[in-house]
């Protein structure tokens, strides 16, 4: 038999003075918890959102083409959740409980689910990551989308003497906003780095549920099915508890099937994921899932790095080393009795300090970090050269790959301007600048911006197996010489074989009409990606 409900009486206006008006009630427990839950219903939905920026970052790639798209379709996602709510008229209390259920299950599955899928799938079949990645992704949103809507009206209904519309309004977004912005400073300052991405969406998950457990207590006496709904909260926390419990085997058995050899250590710092792997072949450096070095043969790229402008210098005393945090190019720079002093400029800590206390990453660099010649600055490379007044003889650039604005900006003509001044007349430096066999726009684009600030370059790349045809840029004020004198016991770079590296193929040639990378366009950024994302 259908029903009707009666329609629910129009708000009353409140009688005012304003020459005297009357003093606001103090704002009971349950109005108080109701808008706590805002500030957390808030917290949680945007860990979800940067949670899934990050893994798409992490595993397909780290680009600003995979934060923008995430970040996009979840914005999305919400206002067609808020879109829905108007069609939610009933039992809101019950509705906002089963939202918070869904969206505590699901969003803090969601990090779990990926790592787990994303192991399981075969090599090459980013489609189906990427369609179940985007359709979480939507899923959530929607549903963080009917939260904050579903929070105003029972606020409304059960507080309506305490609240104008713009009154309410206001202590509502009030919360929403805080809680958003408490987890965008925690997220990359303690929450990752701590808990890692899978628990941190997992704890994040509890609390959604501790919410809908809190709508449960606050308005027990109209639920219909209370036993019902307290059912599926206990149910819903105990599934969270227990992937929490194993969240962290699950973490070691992804990551053993994404890098297919043994982990001997893994850290999160503020910065990038770390893991260092071994097998066989030797060690494996990772960064936020990218090769940095396989011991194997990080000889031939440290070599090649290194060694054409310290050994073409002549005599080098000062040397500025910007990233390499790892002391290979370090290592390599103390090969000449000539150098005085050492600066090496790393952004991550972590990583100096991992690599030069850890035995294992000691003996990989030969102690190059505990050299009385070295002096370490865990700074902005960019911003400690603004404030630097030193020059050096030679100034090698180690940085990743230009895959986001944060590092393109260090591929860019202004960073390039600082370089040049940080020179000494007779000084050279030298950028690793990605392969120019994979990515030949995104390899002359470093020429061409080196060029644009009025430096000689000489462009060369050396075969590297881990990583392919690898590209270098050397460049300076003068010309470069071919040196007649490198150090004893180099194991690639030879004087006879170094003319070699500067011939470059048809299949590597320069393309015509690049332009520079300059931090107003960031054009590296989008060569780099629409080359190298060819391989995703």
Not at 316 to 341: C, N, T
Not at 369 to 394: C, H, T, Y
Not at 418 to 427: E, I, K, P, T, W
Not at 457 to 479: C, D, I, M, Q
């Amino acid at each position: 038999m259908p029903t009707t409900r009666a329609p629910e009486a129009p708000e009353a206006p409140v009688p005012t003075n304003p020459a005297n008006p009357a003093p606001r009630a103090r704002a009971s427990l349950p109005e108080l918890l109701l808008l706590a839950s805002v500030f957390v219903v808030a917290a949680c939905g945007l860990v979800y959102e940067l949670a899934a920026g990050a893994l798409a970052s992490y595993l397909l790639g780290d680009s600003v083409l995979q934060f923008s798209t995430i970040i996009g379709s979840y914005l999305f996602a919400m206002g067609l959740g808020s879109w829905l709510s108007r069609y939610v008229e009933r039992q809101l209390v019950a509705q906002f409980l089963r939202i918070e259920l869904l969206v505590g299950v699901i969003g803090g599955l969601m990090p779990a689910a990926l790592f787990a899928v994303h192991s399981l799938l075969p090599p090459g079949q980013w489609l189906a990551f990427r369609v179940l990645l985007y359709g979480l992704v939507l899923l959530v949103g929607t549903l963080v989308g009917l939260e904050i809507p579903l929070v105003m009206r029972i606020l409304k209904r059960h507080f309506r003497e305490r609240y104008a519309l713009k009154d309410l309004v206001s202590q509502v977004l009030t919360f929403d906003y805080l809680g958003a912005l408490l987890v965008a400073l925690a997220f990359p300052l303690l929450l990752v780095p701590q808990l890692g991405l899978v628990r941190t969406g997992l704890f994040f998950g509890i609390l959604n549920v501790l919410v809908a457990v809190w709508a449960l207590w606050l308005f027990r006496t109209e639920l219909r099915a209370w036993r019902a709904h307290a059912l599926a909260c206990a149910l819903s926390l105990g599934l969270l508890a227990l992937a929490m419990a194993g969240a962290e085997r699950l973490n070691s058995w992804a990551e053993n099937r994404f890098y297919g050899e043994q982990i001997v250590l893994t850290h999160s710092s503020p910065y990038q994921r770390i893991v260092l792997t071994e097998g066989a072949g030797g060690v494996r450096l990772f960064l936020n899932g990218n090769l940095q070095f396989h011991s194997r043969d990080e000889y031939r790229y440290h070599e090649a790095l290194v060694h054409p402008a310290m050994a073409a210098h002549g005599a080098p005393r000062q040397v500025l080393v910007l990233g390499g945090g790892d002391g290979m190019a370090v290592r390599e720079v103390l090969k000449y009795p000539s150098v005085e002093h050492i600066t090496l400029v790393e952004l991550d800590p972590t990583m100096t300090e991992f690599f030069g206390q850890l035995p294992k990453l000691r003996a990989l660099n030969a102690d190059a970090l505990r050299s009385p010649k070295l002096r370490i600055v865990n700074a902005d490379a960019f911003g400690w050269l603004e404030q630097s007044q030193q020059r050096f003889d030679v100034i090698v650039i180690d940085f990743p790959d230009p895959s986001n604005f944060a590092l393109g900006k260090l591929y860019s003509s202004s960073f390039y301007q600082m370089v040049d001044q940080h020179l000494n007349a007779s000084g050279y430096a030298v950028v690793q600048s990605t392969s120019p066999l994979v990515a030949p726009r995104s390899f002359w684009t470093v020429v061409a911006t080196l060029e644009a600030v009025g430096l000689s370059t000489t462009p060369y790349h050396a075969h590297v197996p881990s990583f392919g045809e690898w590209g270098f840029v050397l460049a300076g004020r003068r010309p470069y010489a071919t040196p007649r004198q490198l150090p004893p016991g180099l194991r690639f770079i030879s004087l006879e074989g170094l003319p070699a590296l500067q011939s470059f193929p048809p299949d590597m040639a320069r393309p015509a009409g690049l332009a520079p990378n300059r931090l107003s366009n960031q054009v590296l950024v989008h060569e780099f990606e629409r080359e190298w994302g060819k391989l995703h």
